[in-house]
């Protein structure tokens, strides 16, 4: 019997067994029935409305999802785009699973080290490069690399165009790959498509996906670093130039100071005639303006390093500033060439400092005769120290006046300082002039140029 008929009958307080005779007690029984079929044809088409409704929804939901997160790998797509395009350095997107198949298949042939197998196999780190694929890159790589077509950069490697040293330096992509790895920064010599090289350095990184890395689409960063190199090299020299500089102002200020405690300690200790005395006197006296001449240097340069050091703009006469100091000197000629006095604005004792300077510098490094002339043009004044020295090589003329920089003394004369020139220029420049050097065929030129008084750039 139908489960629902038995159910019904129950529920009537019928037997399942023995179904009533009576036509009347069926009637109700089957009015029940026939309630319940069309209950649950209502509830089977409601419900398949309802699925059909929310199936209808979830399409378009999904959709909508869809459509929402396309829009969304668009977005990102693009400003990776506009951000790969604009950044400043050079930036390749690199393709390296046909790489990655090579590599599979050394592993199948036995290969456990890839280091090994390429020390023993150069050759092959040629045809790996060959199959790493060039998928984009920005603007930058041309002015790092220079002007070519965008298309002849595209696509496979041309392994054939490397160098040793730039095919060298592939390796460590490789070996990265074949570790797993995901970034690797390394330096090497970069080669331009004219040839030439520079120092460069590589960031190469792979995007993450889960668990591993995808090398379809490495990103290569190349930077050139010559103005860090030259940088680092003129801090080595600077770092060797003060080194050099303290070992010598040690010495300066040592033989002058051993003089004066020597011959004070003989004039303290013994009995000493007059003309004996005197010269010792003398020595002492020397002695101490020479120490005297570095320490002020040394003051100087450090007041102009921290910014501190003023001159003054007053006018003077050259050749009353000159003739003392040359008198002092002894055996160097004066000459002047036009008006006389000559009057310069500046300050005198600088002017004095950069002088003596000059005739320390000649006497060291010059030839046996020196001279000094004095002339005034173009609103100028002039005072130059002369030698009949031989002119200064190019490399050595150009650097003469960086700080520290010392030149091969004359026999019998101590290193300097180095510093002498760099000040004496930085005075010069301070008072609106300069300090040049020039050979002019027979002397070799140190002048010193200020701005003239008035009245004498009306005469002249």
């Excluded at 005072?383 to 009949?388: F, K, M, P, Q, S």
Aim: with cysteine; aromatic share 8%.
């Amino acid at each position: 019997m139908n489960r629902i008929l038995a159910r019904q009958l129950r529920r009537l307080g019928l037997s399942t067994e023995r179904p009533p005779d009576d036509l009347e007690v069926w009637r109700p029984l089957l009015a029940q029935v026939a309630a319940a079929y069309e209950d649950s044809d209502r509830g089977r088409y409601l419900l398949e409305r309802s699925m059909e409704i929310s199936s209808r929804e979830m399409r378009d939901l999904n959709c909508e999802i869809e459509e929402l997160s396309n829009r969304r790998v668009e977005r990102s797509e693009q400003h990776y785009r506009h951000q790969f395009g604009q950044l400043p350095v050079a930036a390749w997107e690199e393709d390296f699973r046909r790489v990655i198949a090579g590599f599979e298949e050394l592993q199948r042939d036995g290969v456990a080290e890839l280091g090994g197998y390429f020390d023993e196999h150069p050759g092959e780190i040629a045809r790996f490069v060959s199959l790493v694929e060039v998928v984009d890159l920005n603007a930058a790589v041309f002015d790092l690399i220079g002007h070519c077509e965008r298309e002849a950069l595209l696509g496979p490697v041309d392994a054939s165009a490397l160098d040793a040293d730039s095919l060298g330096s592939w390796r460590h992509e490789f070996e990265a790959i074949w570790k797993g790895e995901g970034h690797v920064t390394f330096e090497f010599t970069g080669q331009r498509l004219d040839g030439s090289r520079f120092p460069a350095a590589l960031h190469w990184t792979a995007s993450r996906i889960q668990d591993a890395y995808d090398y379809s689409r490495v990103m290569v960063v190349v930077i050139d670093i010559s103005d860090r190199m030259a940088a680092e090299e003129r801090m080595r020299q600077l770092v060797k130039s003060k080194d050099e500089f303290l070992a010598t102002v040690s010495h300066e200020l040592r033989t002058p100071l051993t003089s004066v405690l020597g011959y004070a300690e003989v004039l303290r200790g013994s009995e000493v005639d007059d003309a004996d005395q005197r010269a010792m006197l003398a020595t002492i006296a020397d002695q101490a303006a020479d120490l005297s001449n570095i320490v002020e240097d040394l003051l100087v340069g450090a007041r102009a390093d921290l910014g501190q050091l003023d001159v003054d703009a007053t006018p003077f006469d050259v050749f009353d500033l000159v003739r003392p100091v040359l008198h002092s000197c002894g055996g160097v000629a004066l000459e002047c060439t036009g008006l006389a006095p000559a009057i310069a604005i500046g300050d005198s004792a600088r002017v004095r400092q950069i002088l003596r300077n000059l005739l320390s510098n000649a006497e060291r490094y010059g030839g046996p005769h020196r001279m000094v002339t004095v002339e005034a043009a173009g609103g100028m004044v002039s005072l130059a120290v002369c030698d009949d020295g031989p002119p200064l090589a190019l490399d050595v003329a150009e650097r003469i006046f960086d700080r520290y920089y010392r030149g091969q003394a004359q026999s019998g004369w101590p290193g300097s300082v180095g510093i002498g020139l760099t000040i004496s220029r930085e005075l010069a420049q301070m008072m609106d002039g300069d300090l040049r050097y020039r050979h002019d065929g027979r002397w070799s030129r140190f002048e010193l140029s200020l701005p003239a008084a008035a009245a004498l750039r009306a005469a002249v």
